[in-house]
């Protein structure tokens, strides 16, 4: 099968068609966690059957952690949602099984209070 790509948003994205593997990087810092459970219902109806979801973005550690302020670094306002990371696994676990993974060394993980992680998702047949 030939390797393929859609840009659009994904609540919009109609196929017949369903996928093998779905990437998710970086997106949910930016939706609420309403938009995030339905966004993870969606993905699972365009995963074919053995299907993988690769999901990776930043998390909050020990709670959600909400940013809505000018960064000197980036030279602009700059806002983002960083999910508590059990939180956003058991969100994932009303659809897939879910393996969390932390292969990131420390250098990436600049703050304290949020850590990146990948989930590896195939979705739950009994939902």
């Known amino acids: 099968p030939a390797l393929s790509k859609v840009a659009c948003d994904i609540m919009d994205f109609h196929s017949d068609e369903q996928f093998d593997v779905v990437p998710l990087f970086g997106v949910v810092n930016f939706i609420d966690a309403v938009d995030e459970s ?30 809505d302020r000018y960064s000197e ?14 939180g956003q696994q058991q969100r994932l676990e009303a659809y897939f099984d879910v393996e969390k993974v932390d292969i990131y060394p420390k250098s990436i993980n600049r703050w304290p209070d949020t850590h990146f992680y990948a989930f590896t998702c195939t979705a739950k047949m009994d939902t």
């Open 73 to 86: 670094e980036l030279g602009q306002h700059y806002v983002a949602r960083y999910p508590w990371h059990i």
């Open 38 to 67: 339905l966004l993870y219902g969606r993905i699972k109806s365009l995963l074919a059957p053995g299907g993988v979801f690769l999901l990776k973005n930043q998390c909050g550690i020990d709670q959600e952690v909400a940013v």
